[in-house]
């Protein structure tokens, strides 16, 4: 364990941190079908927040309900929304934080959550609940109406694997990536110090993260974070296309914030959850502005590679 390590983190995964070796030349194949691998043949966030999406999918109301908007659906999809967040992020919280089942195992902070004035409520879990749930599921919500609406009117182009397979699947590789680029930009835009401090300083409250602080933002950010969903305007969709996009970036937000590597199986094995490159924009905010689907950290030298010498690099 090298001396970063032993300063810095309670649990320090493997480094340097890897990018998608899709965006490497010259291409290694064999990197890029384990990374392929790991995300979708494995029990993965990414594999979750499809299960997610198609149990939702299944208990919607059928599309066509969208056609003329009522209160009751508008509601219903509030409600799936507020119980995706009560047990995603409520269930982690209690595992990791209330029951603490894991003790420090794969935790990456030594510290447990923090409590101070500068959260609402003075408590930093109350806090990143009222954010999460008051703005961040009324916006999210917001936003999952009109795209659904938007469907079920023809204002999205339709596509469905009988007729399209090799495309309807190759989509939802291309969310995840185009997700990956919208973070860095919109993420980009909310560090310079006007949208900082009067937007994206209360996600940054959380220095030491856990699973509620995955959506705890500011409106604005909430607006501006989810809008990545409007590319379904420009692409053909399908309804589970557009489901699978939100809970990638709501579950997907609530696991990678969590605080610790993974569920602990044995010894040797672990189901991953937290994502550690997000964990040291959290620490050291100016670097690690996008995820490692897309190198643009790289590009823009804003990447922290979790690495002793990278972390006394960017500090100079
Ligand atoms: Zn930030
Ligand atoms: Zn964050």
């Not at 390590?5 to 480094?15: D, G, L, R, V």
């Not at 079920?152 to 185009?178: C, D, M, Q, R």
């Not at 991953?272 to 950290?297: K, S, V």
């Amino acid at each position: 364990m090298d001396e970063f390590k032993k300063q810095e983190w309670n649990y320090n995964p493997k480094t340097p941190i890897e990018n998608n070796p899709l965006f490497s030349f010259p291409f290694i194949p064999k990197k890029i079908i384990k990374w392929y691998a790991d995300m979708w043949a494995s029990f993965s966030e990414t594999v979750f927040c499809l299960i997610v999406s198609i149990i939702y999918l299944s208990l919607l109301p059928p599309i066509v309900i969208f056609n003329n908007l009522n209160f009751n659906t508008i509601l219903t999809i509030y409600l799936f929304n507020i119980t995706i967040m009560l047990v995603v992020a409520g269930g982690l919280h209690l595992f990791f934080y209330t029951l603490r089942k894991q003790d420090a195992k794969l935790k990456y902070d030594s510290r447990r959550v923090t409590n101070s004035k500068k959260f609402t409520f003075n408590k930093q879990v109350l806090d990143n609940m009222f954010w999460s749930l008051a703005s961040g599921v009324t916006i999210w919500t917001f936003y999952q109406i009109l795209l659904l609406w938007s469907y079920s009117n023809g204002l999205i182009s339709k596509i469905s694997f009988g007729v399209n397979p090799f495309l309807f699947l190759t989509l939802f590789l291309l969310i995840i990536l185009f997700e990956s680029i919208h973070f860095y930009f919109a993420h980009r835009l909310l560090h310079f110090q006007f949208f900082y401090k009067f937007f994206h300083h209360i996600h940054h409250r959380n220095i030491n993260p856990g699973p509620w602080s995955g959506i705890s933002m500011h409106p604005f950010e909430h607006l501006l974070y989810f809008s990545t969903v409007l590319i379904h305007f420009f692409i053909p969709s399908h309804p589970i296309h557009i489901l699978f996009h939100f809970m990638i970036i709501t579950i997907g937000a609530v696991i990678g914030h969590c605080g610790f590597d993974g569920f602990l199986i044995n010894k040797k094995n672990k189901i991953a959850l937290g994502h550690f490159h997000h964990q040291l924009h959290h620490r050291y905010f100016e670097c690690n502005y996008g995820t490692t689907e897309t190198p643009i950290d790289v590009w823009f030298n804003s990447f922290h590679d979790g690495t002793f010498d990278t972390n006394k690099k960017l500090k100079n």
